[in-house]
């Protein structure tokens, strides 16, 4: 391993262990990287900004482990009413995320070409400013109170349909649910919290869809991208993830949520204005 593919693999960490998390989609942000960094195709780029969601899936198992063990044993019927509503959820969203991402996905992965990229990161940051006006406005009679067992079937289904919207370039997984989690009236702290869970099976698929259906590209991935920097960029990518994860949810928690939902909706639309300007929008 030399200094180069360190230097590589330790960008693409940093840029996948933060930009994952925020709502600036950590697609176009490695597809930026990557092909300024490692010169790949539009193409290539795309599949291996899904194919690093393997590190911030490692982060996100560590950090909710307990949810994840009550999840799994709400599987074999020994599990809590909250680890059973906790397995609803997340098979809802899992499904719904693979019926509308996976097609999206085949749809794009051949043609995208940066065109539009920046574009949905700006509505998505006009969005997140619009749920922190409404909190503000609106903070003595109305402030985001739901829990988890509070939300219907129909909201799941909207939940993972949106989500499933953030396989497509410029779209960021994270910003989209945390925003309509908000919308529909989930507290902030279980808006975060749930959006980062809903993301393991999510990120899980993302990675292994293009290893599945476009093959091809993988292939032209792994030979034009030494492993070294990819090793590099998953284990970078998990231990940036575990501290973003740990702070957003303090800020989630915390009065400043109407700070905190203006600023992500602020950089969402800075991404969007300079992916445009920089010809990836």
């Known amino acids: ?42 193409n290539q780029a795309y599949a291996l900004g899904l194919f690093l969601e393997v590190g911030t ?25 909250y680890d059973y509503m906790m397995l609803k959820y997340v098979i809802i969203i899992t499904v719904l995320t693979g019926l509308v ?41 109305y402030v985001p109170r739901k829990r988890l067992n509070e939300l219907k079937t129909w909201e799941l289904v909207l939940i993972g349909a949106v989500q499933g919207i953030a396989a497509l370039p410029g779209v960021s997984r994270s910003g989209v649910t945390v925003s309509t989690m908000l919308l529909l009236g989930l507290n902030p702290e279980d808006s975060f919290r749930l959006s980062f869970i809903s993301m393991i099976p999510a990120a899980v698929g993302a990675s292994i869809v293009p290893a599945l259906f476009t093959r091809h590209l993988f292939h032209t991935l792994i030979s034009d991208v030494n492993m070294n920097v990819i ?18 949810l303090r800020f989630a928690r915390s009065r400043h949520i109407i700070l905190l939902t203006a ?19």
């Open 1 to 42: 391993m030399n200094i180069a593919d360190v230097v590589n693999g330790l960008a693409l960490g940093i840029v996948q262990g933060i930009s994952e998390w925020l709502p600036i989609s950590s697609k176009t942000q490695i597809m930026i990287t990557s092909i300024y960094a490692l010169h790949l195709t539009f």
């Open 57 to 81: 899936v490692l982060a996100a198992l560590i950090y909710f482990r307990r949810e994840v063990w009550g999840i799994l044993k709400a599987l074999v019927l020994r599990g809590s009413a």
């Open 101 to 141: 991402g996976v097609p999206l996905y085949l749809t794009v992965a051949e043609s995208v070409k940066g065109i539009g990229i920046g574009l949905p990161m700006i509505i998505l940051g006009l969005i997140l400013i619009a749920d922190a006006l409404l909190i503000y406005i609106s903070r003595l009679r």
């Open 231 to 248: 090793l590099v960029s998953i284990v970078v990518a998990a231990l940036v993830s575990l501290v973003l994860i740990d702070a957003l």
């Open 263 to 281: 600023t992500l909706g602020t950089l969402a639309i800075v991404s969007g204005v300079l992916s445009i300007l920089t010809g990836f929008g």
